[in-house]
């Protein structure tokens, strides 16, 4: 095991997260602190725009909960830290674009993590299961994540069974946006993130709290939440200077230059 399990680069306005504890980059309960810190640190810094998220190596990208830990006494319901397992799962307040950029084997928890991901990108020889209920217990983050994701009847059948399935079965199912030759995963993740990073940062954090808290509301409770602007990330994108660069720069046939502001 690495002394340094998760490994980050700041590339301009981008964060690359890489999780690297050899062999399969599993996560103990002291890893996934690490991963809260980093991904915290993250959501507070204003010059960092997006994240990315893989793993080290071209074989796992992260198969969840480290077993080696349990059998040692970890307990399920240990301290994970502040965001939860893997730092992402719980992290309040995360109005960033997560790029997970799926390496290899996605498994259990690390299958978890990566749906916690805004988009997903996977390698052509990734693949993915839910295998908790083999040893008779539940994927609990994905039993309320998957469905929503992917048509009902197919995550049901992927969390009673445990079964494997590709990265072109996951494409399919658009469980992941592309699938990519290995060796061009970190270059499409790091082009995707590129872009974002260019885009208007107080519109992703609008859309990322509305789509948050809005999963539970009805439709017109929520529209009305937006309209009376009660969603805090909006009522500060309306009166940013963003806005008004946005509709100076249309007027001006230009493109804008967003401050986050």
């Known amino acids: 095991m690495t002394d340094t399990p998760i490994r980050t680069a700041r590339r301009g306005a981008v964060l690359e997260v890489t999780l690297d504890r050899p062999k399969a980059n599993a996560i103990d309960a002291a890893t996934s602190r690490i991963m809260g810190e980093v991904f915290t640190e993250f ?5 960092l725009r997006v994240a990315i998220l893989t793993g080290a190596g071209e074989k796992f990208f992260c198969p969840g909960w480290d077993l080696k830990a349990a059998a040692a ?4 319901d240990t301290d994970y830290g502040v965001g939860g397992f893997g730092g992402l799962q719980e992290l309040r307040g995360l109005n960033k ?33 839910l295998p908790e209920i083999r040893s008779g217990t539940v994927a609990d983050a994905a039993s309320l994540k998957l469905p929503k994701r992917i048509p009902y009847h197919i995550a049901m059948e992927l969390l009673f069974t445990g079964r494997w399935f590709d990265a072109a079965e996951a494409a399919h199912w658009g469980l992941v946006n592309r699938v990519m030759p ?26 990322k709290e509305i789509v948050r808290e809005a999963e539970a509301m009805r439709f017109h409770d929520a529209l ?9 990330t909006v009522e ?3 009166r940013s200077e963003d806005q008004k660069e946005g509709a100076r720069a249309f007027a001006e046939k230009r493109d804008p230059v967003w401050k986050g502001k």
């Open 224 to 232: 009305n939440r937006i309209t009376r602007s009660q969603f805090e």
């Open 43 to 47: 959501r507070d810094d204003p010059d």
């Open 73 to 76: 006494g970890e307990a399920p």
């Open 182 to 207: 290995a060796g061009e995963l970190m270059d499409a993740a790091r082009a995707m993130a590129d872009d974002l990073a260019a885009g208007p940062p107080l519109v992703f954090a609008a859309i």
């Open 97 to 129: 674009p997560v790029i997970a950029a799926v390496n290899g084997i996605c498994c259990g928890g690390g299958l978890e993590i990566a749906l916690c991901a805004d988009m997903i990108l996977a390698a052509d020889h990734a693949t993915f299961a």
């Open 236 to 238: 500060r994108l309306y």
